[in-house]
């Protein structure tokens, strides 16, 4: 559980124990978490574009491409070591970014199409 | 795109010729003299170049052309067959390519070989380099190859050189000597950088310098490699980026031609003794630069479609009558 007490996730524990037993609160925030989780954030490629170029997302979050040209493209985050494999038209790929930071990525395939994905403590 | 570091029309005695062939038709543009309006006149050092596309695509012409056409090496360069490529633009690009290669190996005058400029598959799966490699056989031609982006998917490329990689360097690169003119095919995929073109790296430009070091000025140079040497676009990263260091070990030479892929359409310049080309695709093209969103593949009308494919042919030309005429090419 160390990891909610990260800056970002402590307001709303503060919130869950002042209204709350401390058992039940961290169940709550851990609840919480797998919401914030699950509440993925795509990224879509058309035109070589991504779109939205620049994202912030909590850590935690799963990223989301989704790739609606019809040629391959493929993400590289050279920070977090992270390359996707090819994705054709219609194919995805997810990662969960757990470090707060800056990451810049960058099509594989064409690195003139770059993002952003911003993450917050 | 207009032609540059045109000069003041003297000249040379040995060169390259160069034709771009559609898949609708042979026509060479002879005349040359007719487009006034659109002929520039150069000091060029050999490489002589005979664009030959119809249905409005860029072409050029050079006097002597026909005598070319009989005369001296010729080779053909295929280009982006992208085999597994089925989307709009051309669902059937294994049957294009296999028209490009029947048209090469009916040739009357038969090129002495090939070269490959890349993204010869479209997503590297051995079932694609398989069929590739099948279709392009059918030429029954020698076929020297450099790897585009969409075939160093999988393993590091492992896919690509497993096939084509033997006697080659580093991630594909290598030379070779046919009848007089030296040959290099050179990698640009390869470790690209996020906002950045292609990039040939440290290695390959050192190991560049030293296979060109030692030979006579006067030996004829053709380079090829997918990603154009030269900065087409920027902004669809269509060039490379350490291009103009490659280009400083070339200078010094007196014909020096370089050929290119990636682009899908038919772009030439020409700067002091280096001419640069790129070629059509087998599989699909793409749009002008600047002139569409993106530079994907381009769905033209079925019947329109063949006149934007092709190969070109390469001739060594030798002559006294050195004046190469070039077209400025007429943009789409």
């Given at each position: 559980?160390?990891?909610?007490?990260?800056?970002?996730?402590?307001?709303?524990?503060?919130?869950?124990?002042?209204?709350?037993?401390?058992?039940?609160?961290?169940?709550?925030?851990?609840?919480?978490?797998?919401?914030?989780?699950?509440?993925?954030?795509?990224?879509?490629?058309?035109?070589?574009?991504?779109?939205?170029?620049?994202?912030?997302?909590?850590?935690?979050?799963?990223?989301?491409?989704?790739?609606?040209?019809?040629?391959?493209?493929?993400?590289?985050?050279?920070?977090?070591?992270?390359?996707?494999?090819?994705?054709?038209?219609?194919?995805?790929?997810?990662?969960?970014?757990?470090?707060?930071?800056?990451?810049?990525?960058?099509?594989?395939?064409?690195?003139?199409?770059?993002?952003?994905?911003?993450?917050?403590? | 795109?207009?032609?540059?570091?045109?000069?003041?029309?003297?000249?040379?005695?040995?060169?390259?010729?160069?034709?771009?062939?559609?898949?609708?038709?042979?026509?060479?543009?002879?005349?040359?003299?007719?487009?006034?309006?659109?002929?520039?006149?150069?000091?060029?050092?050999?490489?002589?170049?005979?664009?030959?596309?119809?249905?409005?695509?860029?072409?050029?012409?050079?006097?002597?052309?026909?005598?070319?056409?009989?005369?001296?090496?010729?080779?053909?360069?295929?280009?982006?067959?992208?085999?597994?490529?089925?989307?709009?633009?051309?669902?059937?690009?294994?049957?294009?390519?296999?028209?490009?290669?029947?048209?090469?190996?009916?040739?009357?005058?038969?090129?002495?070989?090939?070269?490959?400029?890349?993204?010869?598959?479209?997503?590297?799966?051995?079932?694609?380099?398989?069929?590739?490699?099948?279709?392009?056989?059918?030429?029954?031609?020698?076929?020297?190859?450099?790897?585009?982006?969409?075939?160093?998917?999988?393993?590091?490329?492992?896919?690509?050189?497993?096939?084509?990689?033997?006697?080659?360097?580093?991630?594909?690169?290598?030379?070779?000597?046919?009848?007089?003119?030296?040959?290099?095919?050179?990698?640009?995929?390869?470790?690209?950088?996020?906002?950045?073109?292609?990039?040939?790296?440290?290695?390959?430009?050192?190991?560049?310098?030293?296979?060109?070091?030692?030979?006579?000025?006067?030996?004829?140079?053709?380079?090829?490699?997918?990603?154009?040497?030269?900065?087409?676009?920027?902004?669809?990263?269509?060039?490379?980026?350490?291009?103009?260091?490659?280009?400083?070990?070339?200078?010094?030479?007196?014909?020096?031609?370089?050929?290119?892929?990636?682009?899908?359409?038919?772009?030439?310049?020409?700067?002091?003794?280096?001419?640069?080309?790129?070629a059509l695709s087998t599989a699909f093209p793409q749009p002008a630069p600047g002139t569409a969103p993106s530079p994907g593949p381009k769905t033209v009308p079925p019947g329109e479609l063949r006149s934007l494919l092709g190969t070109a042919r390469v001739s060594l030309v030798?002559?006294?009558?050195?004046?190469?005429?070039?077209?400025?090419?007429?943009?789409?």
């Amino acid at each position: 559980m160390t990891e909610l007490l990260e800056p970002g996730v402590f307001a709303r524990r503060t919130v869950l124990r002042l209204a709350l037993p401390a058992a039940g609160g961290l169940l709550l925030a851990a609840r919480a978490t797998q919401a914030q989780a699950a509440d993925d954030v795509k990224v879509t490629i058309d035109n070589f574009v991504f779109a939205p170029a620049t994202i912030t997302v909590p850590k935690g979050t799963t990223v989301t491409w989704v790739n609606r040209d019809d040629i391959p493209h493929l993400v590289v985050c050279p920070s977090v070591n992270v390359r996707s494999k090819v994705l054709d038209t219609d194919q995805s790929f997810a990662f969960r970014f757990d470090k707060p930071g800056r990451v810049n990525y960058f099509c594989g395939l064409h690195p003139h199409m770059t993002g952003v994905v911003v993450v917050t403590g | 795109m207009g032609v540059a570091g045109l000069g003041d029309c003297t000249g040379s005695a040995v060169g390259l010729a160069t034709e771009a062939n559609d898949m609708n038709g042979e026509m060479i543009d002879s005349d040359g003299i007719d487009r006034r309006g659109f002929l520039r006149c150069m000091s060029w050092a050999g490489t002589a170049v005979v664009w030959t596309v119809a249905a409005g695509v860029p072409r050029s012409g050079l006097i002597g052309s026909a005598q070319a056409a009989t005369e001296g090496l010729r080779f053909a360069q295929i280009s982006d067959s992208h085999i597994g490529f089925n989307k709009a633009a051309n669902p059937d690009a294994v049957g294009t390519l296999q028209e490009a290669i029947k048209r090469i190996g009916a040739a009357q005058d038969r090129p002495a070989f090939m070269i490959h400029t890349g993204d010869v598959t479209h997503l590297s799966t051995a079932g694609q380099f398989d069929t590739a490699q099948k279709v392009i056989s059918e030429a029954g031609l020698t076929t020297h190859f450099v790897p585009g982006e969409h075939d160093i998917l999988e393993d590091d490329g492992k896919s690509y050189l497993n096939r084509y990689g033997k006697g080659t360097q580093g991630a594909g690169w290598y030379s070779f000597d046919q009848s007089g003119v030296h040959f290099v095919g050179l990698v640009n995929v390869v470790d690209l950088k996020g906002g950045g073109m292609g990039n040939l790296g440290h290695e390959q430009l050192e190991w560049l310098e030293k296979d060109l070091a030692g030979r006579s000025a006067s030996t004829p140079i053709v380079v090829f490699a997918h990603i154009p040497l030269w900065v087409v676009y920027a902004d669809w990263g269509w060039g490379t980026q350490d291009g103009a260091q490659a280009l400083t070990y070339l200078k010094r030479f007196g014909s020096v031609t370089v050929l290119n892929g990636h682009i899908h359409q038919v772009m030439q310049k020409v700067e002091g003794h280096v001419a640069f080309h790129t070629a059509l695709s087998t599989a699909f093209p793409q749009p002008a630069p600047g002139t569409a969103p993106s530079p994907g593949p381009k769905t033209v009308p079925p019947g329109e479609l063949r006149s934007l494919l092709g190969t070109a042919r390469v001739s060594l030309v030798r002559n006294d009558t050195p004046l190469a005429i070039v077209d400025r090419p007429l943009a789409g």
